[in-house]
C-alpha cells in the first residue's frame, strides 16, 4: 500500500524558514514525479512545487519561485520543501502527493494527475 506522511509543519514569523519532509512507502520511490500543494483556509488546493523522478527537473509557482526549493533524496524515500522568506499568505496546510504514472511529468501542476497524498501537515506564518 502506497502511503505518504508529511511532517515539519510549525507557526513561524514572517521571514523565517521551516522544511517540511515526506516519508515516502510502497512504490518504487524513484520513478515518480513529486509534487507538494498547499491548501489555505477558503480557497483551493494549489501547485506549490514539484520534482522528476530522478531529482534533474525541479519545477515552481510563481508564488513561491526563489522562496522555496524542492528536493528529494530516492535512497531514503524522501521529499523535501524548504521554504525561506516566509511570508503571512504562505499559511496553509501543506500536502505532498506522487504522480500517477512513472516517469510522467505532464501536467504536474494540477491536482488530477496526483493519487496518492499524504495527510497535510500546517504551516502557520504570522505577521
Known amino acids: 500500500q502506497v502511503q505518504l506522511v508529511e511532517s515539519g509543519g510549525d507557526l513561524v514569523q514572517a521571514g523565517g524558514s521551516l522544511r517540511l519532509s515526506c516519508a515516502a512507502s510502497?512504490?518504487?520511490?524513484?520513478?515518480?514525479?513529486m509534487g507538494w500543494f498547499r491548501q489555505a483556509p477558503g480557497k483551493e488546493r494549489e501547485f506549490v512545487a514539484a520534482i522528476s523522478g530522478s531529482g534533474g527537473s525541479t519545477f515552481y509557482a510563481d508564488s513561491v519561485k526563489g522562496r522555496f526549493t524542492i528536493s528529494r533524496d530516492n535512497a531514503n524515500n524522501a521529499l523535501y520543501l524548504q521554504m525561506n522568506s516566509l511570508k503571512p499568505e504562505d499559511t496553509a496546510v501543506y500536502y505532498c502527493a506522487e504522480h500517477r504514472t512513472a516517469y510522467s511529468l505532464s501536467a504536474l501542476d494540477r491536482r488530477y494527475q496526483y493519487d496518492v497524498w499524504g495527510q497535510g501537515t500546517q504551516v502557520t506564518v504570522s505577521s
Open positions: 510502497g512504490r518504487t520511490f524513484s520513478r515518480y514525479t
